[in-house]
């Protein structure tokens, strides 16, 4: 009330507002941009630069985004948080060098695990896989009680095809808590990519399908773009677990995630040997989903 009545007033509301994600966009600016007008001290306007950068950046207006987050390193070249942003809308516009300075800078200033795990997982996304469990690995000592920080490294030895790394931790995890669905089902989903002991076509198939689920990525100029779809693959693998041929049988309606879907296929070998009774050739199709999953 006392804000309708003196609109020149800064209430400690409007510090909650300006910090709070889950409000609009365009309030979170215009708080921001009040309390910016009536503060002197350059930490605090930088705290709020880079607020007020966060809330362009949710609306997509990556120009004003860009502008707050520089004037707030100008500001306070200690803000850790500005440099971290600001490299999170470097990687969306996939300007991933910039991306790397500005995660780089945030971690020398603070080298928080959650900042780690952030630069750790694009380092994964980028398939630069050491470097990303390396991140990962700091994390855990830094804070070994981080369930966040052993799930991604599994994922990242998963990725690696590191299969009995990534079940290991998965293993930490559930005996911690044995509760753990989200990790009980990535830890069956990692051995049955492994592909040990598979005895027969089926269980070739359903290997296949997990290996592509953990190799699969969504392609961030889709996620630029907005583009969902999915990817119907059709493809042949030789006795000793060769791609022999693939192709898309049925698009997903998108040049980029038809393709991406192929690159899934590829970068997924190699695979174990075909089970004993195959034929020289087998054939196979598969399903890739692609849902915006775009993460900050």
């Not at 910090?19 to 009040?34: F, G, H, L, M, Y």
């Not at 709020?48 to 990556?62: E, H, N, Q």
């Not at 800078?105 to 996304?125: C, E, I, K």
Request: proline share 4%.
């Amino acid at each position: 009330m006392l804000v309708a009545i003196w609109p020149g007033h800064a209430s400690s509301d409007d510090s909650v507002v300006c910090n709070d994600e889950k409000v609009a966009s365009n309030i979170r600016i215009e708080i921001c941009t009040r309390l910016l007008d009536q503060e002197k001290n350059k930490e605090s306007r930088s705290r709020l630069l880079a607020r007020r950068a966060d809330a362009y950046f949710d609306k997509d207006d990556f120009a004003h985004a860009l502008t707050d987050f520089d004037e707030a390193i100008a500001n306070h070249p200690g803000n850790a948080d500005a440099f971290m942003h600001r490299g999170f809308l470097h990687w969306y516009r996939l300007e991933d060098d910039a991306a790397f300075k500005d995660f780089d800078a945030a971690l020398r200033l603070d080298p928080a695990p959650s900042r780690l795990l952030s630069r750790g997982r694009r380092y994964v996304l980028l398939r630069q896989f050491d470097a990303g469990i390396a991140d990962m690995t700091r994390a855990i000592k830094l804070d070994p009680r981080s369930g966040d920080a052993y799930a991604d490294r599994a994922w990242a030895y998963s990725r690696k095809k590191a299969f009995d790394l990534a079940i290991a931790d998965y293993d930490r995890l559930l005996k911690r808590d044995p509760s753990d669905g989200r990790s009980t089902l990535a830890r069956d989903n990692v051995r049955a990519a492994k592909g040990a002991g598979v005895k027969s076509i089926d269980e070739y198939g359903r290997m296949l399908v997990a290996r592509l689920q953990i190799e699969k990525s969504y392609p961030r100029q889709a996620v630029s773009d907005r583009v969902e779809g999915v990817a119907e693959l059709a493809f042949s693998i030789t006795r000793w677990g060769l791609l022999a041929a693939s192709s898309v049988k049925t698009s997903s309606g998108s040049a980029m995630l038809d393709e991406a879907a192929l690159n899934t296929l590829r970068q997924a070998q190699p695979f174990p040997p075909l089970p004993p009774g195959s034929r020289s050739i087998e054939a196979f199709v598969i399903s890739l989903i692609y849902r915006n999953q775009s993460e900050r």
